[in-house]
């Protein structure tokens, strides 16, 4: 690690507050397809954020340069700017929104990713691919894994000093079937699954090839499928599925800088209103969704978010009643609300801005099989393929790789192609039943900002049943 305190004492400029965030990535991508090695690439970044408060406006500036000089000439850029901008400002801002935090995060880790080789990888995935050759309607079978080692330095002028470790792995598994004109593609969890804060134990061979194998044949059974009917009906997703409802129609409209406007350019904004806070029904009473990055192992989880803000667990919808938006310390400031510790940046050359972290749908009290026995007619949809949201996150339109027909109580046939659509508010407020087991996914590439970052989000949900939905075929 870089001494960052000795960098920070002997920076000279005219802030009234200054912040150091130096940065180092390592990422590895190793894929296997149809039994071939495909990739191996190895990318490595590392750069320093320098951030400063001048009349009560932040600026930034990044480098690549880490000599004293380099980031010399960062803060007296970083300056610049916030000069500049602070004639413009919506918001006087003051160093509150930057606490003195102290502390170190590092993944939870059972076996280091140094500890596993290239080559071990590649033959578990050689083995993933082989197990997928089901059947000759086969024709395309695929492994990957994304491998991130990051690590994060923050100190600042007033007292901060903060590193957190991060170790992630990425993994999924494709096979796609094709026969008489017919195509159709199933993943590991429509590619959520498995990404989570680990070391090399998510490399089970055993269990792998069990996915694989089950894929595979999941996907010669999507080819002679009916397909889903157009119709209102009851509508079962399984965990892999409520992760991207969860992340689409709860994370990102409750994103303060989208309440406030910021984000409308670009990502859009949202149906949500600053007075709907403490009053909207925002579904029925069974939800309850929490903002946690204290969770061992979850995607986006970290001791503080890039301002200092130490990260604790706080309900964001409580028995359906919406209480908290997804803010740092800045937009709390600016909309006077409560919020969370989620003001974070992708990478080094990266400002903070406003990002769910951990959004997590609380469990219920039903069972699977009960929820299952309990539809007269409804259909059960697993792994996302297609997604649609409007830039309000009202309306929404979703596709799932694989379904099944729910009659009387019982399961009685695969479907293909099916969808959903609804609006936010109406589809929560249908929700009827939650399960007990939840099961934990994240993915890397949550999108939003001008200049674009991507960060890593994570979601835990359960099984849930929603009723009067309307589903529909390809």
């Not at 409802?245 to 910021?262: A, C, F, K, T």
């Not at 940046?345 to 299952?372: F, K």
């Amino acid at each position: 690690m870089r001494d960052l305190q000795r960098t920070l004492q002997n920076l000279r400029g005219e802030a009234d507050w200054v912040g150091l965030r130096h940065v180092v990535e390592k990422t590895t991508y190793r894929t296997v397809r149809d039994e071939k090695l495909d990739r191996n690439h190895i990318s490595y970044d590392e750069g320093v954020m320098v951030e400063v408060l001048v009349n009560g406006h932040f600026g930034f500036a990044g480098t690549s340069d880490l000599s004293e000089s380099g980031i010399k000439r960062a803060l007296t850029k970083a300056v610049t700017i916030a000069k500049a901008a602070s004639t413009q400002k919506v918001h006087s801002f003051s160093a509150a929104q930057r606490p003195p935090a102290q502390g170190q995060y590092r993944s939870p880790v059972i076996r280091p990713l140094d500890s596993i080789s290239a080559k071990e990888i590649t033959d578990i995935f050689v083995d993933a691919t082989k197990a997928m050759k089901v059947s000759d309607k086969i024709f395309s079978r695929s492994a990957t894994a994304m491998i991130v080692e990051t690590s994060f330095q923050s100190v600042s002028s007033s007292g901060a000093e903060v590193e957190q470790q991060f170790s992630i792995v990425s993994t999924d598994f494709s096979a796609t079937a094709h026969d008489h004109g017919e195509t159709q593609t199933r993943s590991d969890n429509g590619g959520l699954a498995r990404c989570l804060q680990i070391g090399a134990e998510v490399f089970d061979r055993g269990a792998i090839v069990e996915r694989s194998h089950k894929i595979a044949e999941e996907a010669v059974e999507l080819l002679s499928a009916e397909n889903c009917p157009d119709t209102t009906m009851d509508l079962l997703l399984a965990p892999d599925q409520m992760t991207l409802q969860v992340h689409e129609s709860i994370g990102h409209p409750l994103e303060y800088d989208r309440i406030l406007g910021d984000e409308r350019n670009y990502a859009g904004w949202s149906f949500v209103k600053p007075e709907d806070f403490g009053k909207l029904q925002y579904g029925s009473k069974l939800m309850n969704v929490t903002f946690d990055p204290t969770i061992a192992g979850e995607l986006a989880s970290y001791a503080f978010d890039d301002s200092g803000y130490k990260a604790t667990k706080e309900y964001l919808i409580k028995d359906g009643v919406l209480l908290r938006g997804l803010g740092g310390l800045e937009s709390q400031a600016r909309l006077n609300l409560p919020g969370v510790a989620n003001f974070r940046s992708s990478s080094w050359n990266r400002a903070p801005i406003d990002r769910m972290a951990n959004i997590n749908l609380e469990g219920g009290s039903a069972t699977l099989q009960d929820m299952i026995a309990s539809v007269e007619r409804g259909v059960f949809m697993m792994a996302n393929k297609s997604w649609s949201i409007d830039d309000y996150r009202n309306k929404f339109q979703f596709g799932c790789e694989y379904a099944k027909l729910i009659e009387n109580g019982k399961i009685t046939k695969t479907l293909k192609n099916p969808n959903y659509r609804g609006t936010t508010v109406k589809f929560w407020n249908g929700l009827k039943a939650i399960s007990q087991n939840r099961e934990t996914y994240g993915s890397p590439y949550c999108g939003k900002g001008e200049p674009n970052q991507v960060i890593r989000v994570g979601h835990t949900t359960p099984y849930c049943l929603f009723s009067n939905v309307e589903v529909f075929g390809a």
